[in-house]
């Protein structure tokens, strides 16, 4: 039960994976690549953990953390730039 | 019993996740797929945090601690976004009643 | 094992640094999840190091209202009403992104809040931002402008301060 519970998740996990990779692809604006790479990072992050409970090896979870910080001081980082352009 | 709560709380969250996904694919400008990416995967994400802490309890601590920081941070990075984007000039959805008193505050006509 | 060298300057520090070191403290050892001389050994300089540049720095701990009763009793409610809207929120847009006619009608309009405090106005924002078909794109003194999925055809001015009410209740308590 719990593991099909799992795979179904893991299989939502993907197809919202792709749906904002093609927000990402397609664009058309800077921002609009932005933000799906936001969302990219946040669904990520639910991966991450997926595959960190799957291999049972919760130093995975730090990996999860610390992508979360980066992403976060990335996209400031973008934004001001398309800001002052 | 915690364990089936867990995959469910799971499944919730990853379909918010794909409601995150569908809503930048559906939404017409950069505005308002910002608002459908932040909620959707906001709650998405704490969701499938909080089904993870269900099946794997010693692991709750840190895992509130990544949901705590992207309830912080999440809100504020699509605000410094959607600011950015709205001063880019990003393209906006023509519609008939239109408001746009930031773009009116700034003086400049859209 | 370093803490000697700080508490000399102890005459001259505000009042966020306490509580800000003891947060970062906190936060290191629950990463952690030990609490061996080692990790001590780093975090307790790095917290101090931290601390003191951040001094007068922005934090959700430093300037919350700890003496104030009503404030402690707020908060718990603000956190239920906030993770209800976030719920709504999130209903309310799966019928907007399911539905195939797409039914929006986006605008940005202004609001003025009567949050005094940096904090709160930040919080306040992020709570915005989080509810129902808002977004906060803007926040400029007591001005905010918000990005609507659906403005209201009439009195939108009004219906943006009532969202706001919601809010302002619980951190006008907290933070002021």
Redesign the interface.
Known sequence: ??E???T??????G??????L??FLRG?????R???F??LT??S??GI??I??LDGR?IY??V??VY??LS?LG??AV??Y??Q? | ML??L???L??A???F??L???G??RMPD?LN??QA?TKA??L??LL??G??AC??P??AL??L??AL??LL??P???Q??A???H??G??QTPLANRVDRLAEDRGDAS | MDSNRSTSAKPELPIGFLPLFATLLLLWIL?HGSLSLQVLAIGIPAALAIAWLFRDGLSFVTDFRFRSTEALRAAPRFLLFFFKSLVIANIALARVVLSPKLPIDPGIVKARTRLKSRMGRLLLANAITLTPGTLTVKLDGEWIYIHCVRVAATDIEGATAEILAGFERYLEVMYG
């Open positions: 039960m719990v099909a519970l799992v179904v998740a893991a299989l939502l996990v197809i919202a994976f792709l749906l904002a093609y927000r058309p604006d800077a921002a609009d932005v933000v799906a936001d969302t946040l669904i992050i639910t953990v997926l960190a409970f919760g979870l730090d999860a953390l979360a910080l976060f996209v400031i934004a001001r398309l800001e352009r | 364990s089936i867990g995959g469910l799971l499944v969250g990853a379909a996740l794909v995150a996904g569908l930048l694919v950069v797929r910002i990416g995967t906001t998405g994400t499938t945090l089904g993870f099946l794997r010693d692991w840190k895992l601690l990544i920081f992207i941070t999440n504020l990075s699509s410094v976004l600011h950015a984007a001063r880019a990003a393209r | 990463l």
